[in-house]
């Protein structure tokens, strides 16, 4: 119901911009969010956003360098990564949450996508 894509392999300080589509269920008023894991490391926030759009908040490992952003009626919502560096390399998951607040925990997303991998070359 969830799909990620966008994912790729970049130079350290280039840009890439995910996407995530829902489909199946009707994801109004959803919060959404953007989690990675790396091999070896716990899946950790990145940056959610409000249904609205108006409220996101991003992890402190990427505060300036991605933002979040979404289209309900396209039940789309996006994260654009710039100058990305070796660190960023996970593989990235979209999450849905049907509520107003924005999490920042796994246990606070009902769905999720299958990922899709960044992998960021130094």
């Known amino acids: 119901q969830l799909k990620e894509s966008g994912g790729g392999l970049v130079q350290a300080g280039g840009s890439l911009r995910l996407s995530c589509v829902a489909s199946g269920r009707t994801f109004s008023r959803y919060s959404m969010a953007w989690f990675r894991q790396a091999p070896g490391r716990e899946r950790e926030f990145v940056a959610g956003i409000g249904w609205s759009g108006g409220i996101s908040y991003y992890g402190d490992s990427v505060k300036g360098r991605f933002t979040i952003s979404n289209d309900n009626a396209k039940k789309m919502v996006w994260l654009q990564m710039n100058s990305l560096k070796p660190e960023d390399t996970a593989v990235y998951y979209c999450?849905?949450?049907?509520?107003?607040?924005?999490?920042?925990?796994?246990?606070?997303?009902?769905?999720w996508g299958q990922g899709t991998q960044v992998t960021v070359s130094s």
């Open positions: 999450a849905a949450d049907p509520g107003v607040r924005v999490g920042k925990t796994l246990a606070e997303y009902d769905y």
